[in-house]
């Protein structure tokens, strides 16, 4: 390793680059550097757009815009914004469930990016709504890509994502209110507090399964440190490995969690 390799590197990417190791071996052309990786990746959204009318857990506050100013009335155009700090694309910080603990402005620039490790679980679901992620699901990933590492951020693909934003098809509700949506399961939730991953990441409402009333999933995870991202977007175009995530919340001082961009570099 290079110390010019190590300057042009921001090291949160380390962990993705053996790239980089292989550029100061061989003298390190710019074709093989960081930089260029990212300049030639894909760049893909996870994020859903916010809306008025997009799926809320019960009780969130949906998206309330208003326009103060027009371009012809005004000379520009403005909007004020009224938004729940958990609808569409957001951040669950670890003080949403655990007292005391980091609220989201507090999440560093470090643990809002890395290596991103994608469980795909879209054939389980596709025959049970209620299915719960199992500690088995997370150690068939392991033997297949290697062991999960603190730097990586794990994305849940349940497929569920292609019911947004039909609220009624994805809170999928029966007779008597209660959610039927995939999750993990707490065997699950702790094991990846085990590995000290960064973050888990969803395509549904929650990373509890639906039908939960007592959020155990999230308040484990969340006391461990780590944090939630929920409702991504479609997931199907990552890899299970090799996709870098850039996770931006806003960046609200105090806030229990803040709706997000989420971007997938995604190898070349
Ligand atoms: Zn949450």
């Not at 700090?85 to 910080?93: I, K, L």
């Not at 440190?225 to 919340?249: K, M, Q």
Request: glycine share 10%.
């Amino acid at each position: 390793m290079s110390t010019g390799c190590w300057k042009l590197l921001p090291f949160l990417l380390a962990p993705l680059l053996g790239a980089c190791a292989t550029a100061g071996a061989s003298g390190g052309g710019a074709g093989s550097s960081p930089v260029a990786w990212l300049a030639r990746a894909r760049v893909v959204e996870l994020g859903h757009p916010l809306t008025p009318d997009m799926p809320v857990f019960p009780g969130g506050t949906r998206l309330n815009a208003k326009v103060l100013g027009t371009v012809e009335r005004d000379g520009y155009f403005i909007r004020q914004v009224e938004v729940g700090e958990h609808v569409g694309t957001h951040v669950d910080a670890p003080a949403h469930f655990a007292p005391g603990s980091a609220t989201v402005d507090k999440l560093s620039p470090e643990v809002l990016t890395g290596p991103a490790a994608v469980v795909d679980v879209t054939a389980q679901v596709a025959g049970n709504p209620d299915y719960e992620v199992t500690t088995a699901d997370i150690e068939s990933w392991e033997r297949e890509h290697g062991p999960l590492q603190p730097h990586h951020l794990v994305l849940i693909r349940t497929g569920w994502a292609a019911r947004w934003p039909d609220e009624q098809r994805y809170r999928n509700a029966d007779a008597a209110g209660v959610m039927h949506f995939p999750g993990l399961s707490l065997a699950a939730s702790r094991l990846l507090r085990q590995r000290q991953v960064r973050a888990i990441g969803i395509d549904t409402l929650s990373t509890d399964p639906g039908p939960s009333a007592t959020f155990e999933q999230h308040k484990d995870f969340l006391a461990g440190g780590g944090y939630h991202i929920e409702n991504l977007a479609d997931l199907s175009s990552l890899p299970p490995t090799g996709a870098f995530l850039v996770v931006s919340p806003l960046f609200v001082k105090d806030g229990s969690g803040a709706p997000a961009r989420v971007f997938a570099f995604l190898p070349p």
